[in-house]
């Protein structure tokens, strides 16, 4: 639970300290982005596997399809893209801490969510080492 409370305390200070008049052409590009991966990953996850904790639902089935081909944990990199567009618009100092805090955070609640998929998903560990984590590249 510790890691939803950090993630969503990251994104909203994010939020609340964007920049509108600083967002340029990149930033619009990364939330264009951030929009399209996360879209693509709702629908390839089905919303009955959805869960912002991390846990596994009793039904949870193990999705290796669509964009998930690719990258093993898509929301997120929808979320770091959309919060990497809302830095750049706020370079202070603490927007880029509360970016790094955000991406540390992703990498141990996707760690301890890789953790309970290999404990239930027997194929997990070849999946794991074909797809990328938070870009379409192999490994872990």
């Not at 009793?58 to 964009?67: A, S, V, Y």
Request: hydrophobic share 50%.
């Amino acid at each position: 639970m510790i890691y939803v409370v950090i993630q969503f305390s990251c994104i909203i200070y994010l939020i609340f300290n964007i920049q509108p008049n600083q967002l340029d052409w990149l930033e619009y590009f990364l939330l264009s982005m951030a929009v399209i991966i996360g879209s693509i990953a709702v629908i390839n996850m089905k919303f009955n596997n959805l869960n912002i904790i991390p846990t596994l639902k009793d039904n949870h089935q193990l999705r290796t399809h669509g964009i998930y081909k690719f990258i093993r944990h898509p929301m997120y990199t929808s979320v770091l893209l959309s919060c990497l567009a809302l830095v750049l618009s706020n370079p202070h100092w603490i927007a880029q801490l509360v970016m790094t805090v955000l991406l540390i955070n992703l990498i141990l609640k996707s760690n301890f969510e890789e953790k309970l998929l290999l404990k239930r998903f027997k194929g997990y560990s070849k999946y794991r080492q074909k797809t990328g984590r938070f870009l379409p590249f192999k490994g872990y």
